[in-house]
């Protein structure tokens, strides 16, 4: 089979069509020759060649009338046409040109001439048809995927879109020409913010979202970026919509079976610990030095257990969003200084220094100040449990650009960039924390996250091996002494200069 490029030629003048297929064979070219329009059509249609050279004027049908035809046949259409004319009237050849010809030749021209432009013609289809081949093949890997993606430009119209978004959205390609993308998501504060970092040429994404359509609600995780093409040229948002709504319900039933399972084990952890505190009271009769000592190990970890216990009904509460903040304007400072000493003991039993410093007096706050002071505690004791004894643990605070600024620094073991990371995920603990027996569930830091992120506060982390961790707070909500005291606010004095 030859591998060689064919070009068809249609003219009526058989001396024109000898010549052509000397040439453009002596060149390295197959050549198949018709002699009118309607022969020239059946012959694209039968053999499609790289290239078809038609004449302009033939007897039958002319080179227009089969250019047309032939522009307009899905299956020929992709075939470049460059006319032969020895007419060089401009009006010809826009008519020519607006049906779709890409080229002229100039029937006297020479050699040279004519297969400089036979090669340019068919260098352009090759280029062309390498683009369409990876177009298609990036329209085919989109397909096969299972997530939902349009794209859009910067109006949020609709170019194009997979066939999964296709099925889930009923989008028909032949109906999209009016359609945006508020069509297929709802109005919401999150699709506006989207757009607008769009036009900052942003990226913005995994946000969720949920879709009541005819089969129900469905909630899906949407990301959204830039899309180039064309040497940078803007185009618009890819937006990519992953149905999650199966892992949702599995959450919840999850969330449900350990809520369940921890207040279970409430009850009964609870009455284990009564009775120790009842017996080593003495309440059951003399109890022995070796019994006493039994008895707090058990009391110790029956304590271990029901914290365990807590934490998953935190997690539990605050992942399903079952709490509400309980806002209040209190002064963080004696908060603070109160959640410190309360750990104190903590920190002297280990051998480690434990430093409080509040930068202003007094530092008015609206947030739920219950809920904060168990991110203190929290983090305090995660900083004194990676602490080694002889260490140092300080906790820093003031008030800050309309919010309220704290430090936990701690001259620990430290943590790694890549544990940085992940330090907020559940149930995920260092690696020197597990190697150096340190106890822990691993989700302290994660209800820490969760109720920081009620609060709209922000909490970041710089920290490095065996060199200590810092974690800065930032938490919104600072009321100033004239707005405290309009609100009937009292547990301190307010001396206004």
């Excluded at 109160?338 to 706050?365: D, F, M, Q």
Aim: charged share 35%; hydrophobic share 40%; net charge negative.
């Amino acid at each position: 089979m030859s591998t060689r490029e064919l070009i068809l030629v249609v003219d009526d003048s058989s001396l024109i069509r000898q010549r052509m297929k000397e040439i453009l064979s002596r060149n390295g070219y197959d050549v198949l020759l018709r002699e009118n329009g309607e022969a020239g059509i059946l012959a694209a249609l039968e053999y499609y060649p790289d290239m078809i050279i038609m004449d302009m004027n033939m007897p039958k049908m002319d080179g227009f009338q089969a250019s047309r035809i032939l522009k307009r046949y899905p299956q020929t259409k992709m075939i470049p046409i460059a006319v032969f004319t020895d007419n060089r009237g401009i009006q010809q050849k826009v008519s020519f040109f607006e049906v779709g010809v890409e080229d002229f030749i100039v029937k006297d021209a020479d050699e040279a001439e004519i297969i400089a432009r036979v090669s340019g013609l068919l260098r352009w289809k090759r280029n062309r048809d390498k683009v369409i081949r990876e177009k298609d093949k990036l329209s085919y890997l989109l397909d096969s995927l299972s997530d939902s993606v349009i794209i859009i430009d910067d109006t949020g119209k609709l170019l194009y879109f997979n066939r999964m978004a296709a099925q889930r959205f009923n989008l028909i390609p032949e109906l999209i020409q009016d359609r945006t993308i508020h069509d297929i998501l709802p109005e919401t504060e999150k699709v506006m913010e989207m757009f607008s970092l769009l036009d900052k040429r942003e990226e913005f994404g995994g946000f969720e979202i949920e879709i009541e359509r005819e089969g129900g609600k469905k909630i899906y995780l949407v990301d959204v970026s830039r899309v180039y093409i064309e040497l940078s040229e803007d185009v618009g948002g890819a937006v990519i919509l992953k149905d999650i709504t199966a892992e949702k319900e599995a959450e919840r039933v999850k969330a449900e079976f350990y809520s369940m399972m921890a207040h279970e084990m409430r009850t009964p952890i609870s009455v284990v610990l009564g009775y120790t505190q009842l017996i080593l009271e003495g309440k059951a009769g003399k109890v022995s030095k070796l019994q006493k000592e039994f008895l707090k190990g058990v009391e110790s970890k029956g304590k271990i257990l029901m914290k365990l216990v807590n934490d998953f009904l935190d997690v539990s509460r605050l992942e399903n969003k079952l709490f509400k903040l309980e806002k209040e304007i209190f002064d963080l400072s004696p908060l603070l200084t109160s959640t410190v000493e309360g750990i104190r003991l903590l920190a002297e039993n280990k051998g480690i220094e434990l430093k409080c410093v509040c930068e202003n007096e007094i530092i008015l706050l609206e947030a739920d100040r219950d809920k904060l002071d168990h991110v203190l505690i929290n983090l305090i004791e995660n900083a004194i449990k990676y602490t080694e004894s002889g260490g140092r643990v300080t906790v820093l605070c003031r008030r800050g650009d309309g919010g309220a600024e704290i430090e936990i620094r701690d001259t620990g073991i430290g943590m790694s960039a890549e544990e940085i990371k992940h330090i907020f995920d559940r149930f995920k603990r260092c690696d020197k924390a597990e190697k150096k027996k340190i106890k822990g569930t691993g989700l302290g830091l994660a209800i820490v996250k969760e109720i920081l992120d009620a609060h709209q506060a922000r909490i970041e982390v710089q920290s490095k091996d065996n060199e200590g961790s810092t974690f800065h707070l930032w938490i919104p909500g600072l009321v100033d002494f004239d707005t405290a005291e309009e609100r009937g606010f009292k547990e301190v004095e307010i001396n206004v200069p």
